[in-house]
């Protein structure tokens, strides 16, 4: 079975600062997608960037830039610049065409230090 | 665009009430939807998903239900609430194109209590 883990429940970075949220997954497929999801203290999840495992390129999006490792099984976040907003929890996500479903991890707590 | 509202936002209910929470998506045709739970601390939960109205899957049994009565319109039921369904539901939609998924994008949620 699929599975997603982030080791690190919480981290934290000071603003203007760089830092990097890691995922590692374990799966069988070879076609998947992964993505980074951002919930703030509202509690919406909010889509950062995706990645399809296809691609040999990392997927960025501003500040946002992601190391995809696929042979390692590895999915990091950068983010560059770090903004008093972008402080929220962040969780990784697998989604794979076996199970049709959106499979999270545990979540990091990013805390961003004025 | 395409927008998913989310109703109540805020819900403070007695054990064993009934409960209704409605998700719907505009601008947007067929769209595949989720129902998520989130307790407090902790990831998202999978409960139900749909592709198409009146085809409901679930995932975790328990005393909730869902249904979907409209192309775009998603709804959380239970007969009965117990203590354990207290949490914050996610809606989500997507929609399916061509042998590759598309992203979830997620409404606003409602925050449950049952007292």
């Known amino acids: 079975a699929q599975t997603v883990t982030q080791s690190q429940p919480e981290m934290s970075v000071q603003e203007a600062e760089t830092v990097t949220l890691s995922c590692t997954y374990d799966?069988?497929?070879?076609?998947?997608?992964l993505f980074w999801y951002k919930q703030p203290p509202s509690r919406q999840m909010i889509l950062v960037i995706r990645?399809?495992?296809?691609?040999?390129q990392n997927a960025t999006e501003n500040r946002f830039s992601v190391n995809f490792q696929k042979a390692a099984k590895s999915f990091s976040l950068k983010i560059s610049d770090s903004q008093l907003g972008d402080a929220a929890m962040y969780f990784c996500?697998?989604?794979?065409?076996?199970?049709?479903?959106?499979?999270f991890g545990t979540g990091t707590l990013l805390a961003v230090q004025p | 665009s395409q927008t998913i509202h989310q109703w109540p936002a805020t819900l403070v209910q007695p054990v064993g009430s009934p409960l209704s929470l409605e998700c719907t998506v505009e601008?947007?045709?067929?769209?595949?939807l989720y129902w998520y739970r989130q307790a407090a601390g902790r990831g998202l939960q999978l409960l139900f998903y749909?592709?198409?109205?009146?085809?409901i899957s679930s995932e975790v049994p328990q005393n909730l239900s869902a249904s979907r009565p409209q192309d775009r319109q998603f709804i959380l039921s239970s007969k009965k609430l117990l203590l354990s369904d207290s949490g914050f539901y996610l809606c989500?939609?997507?929609?399916?194109?061509?042998?590759?998924?598309?992203?979830?994008?997620f409404g606003p949620g409602t925050r449950l209590t049952v007292l």
């Open positions: 749909s592709v198409g109205i009146g085809q």
């Open positions: 989500a939609w997507s929609v399916f194109s061509g042998g590759a998924t598309d992203t979830q994008y």
């Open positions: 996500a697998y989604y794979g065409g076996a199970t049709n479903k959106l499979i």
């Open positions: 799966t069988s497929e070879s076609d998947y997608y």
């Open positions: 990645q399809e495992a296809y691609k040999q």
């Open positions: 601008g947007t045709s067929n769209p595949n």
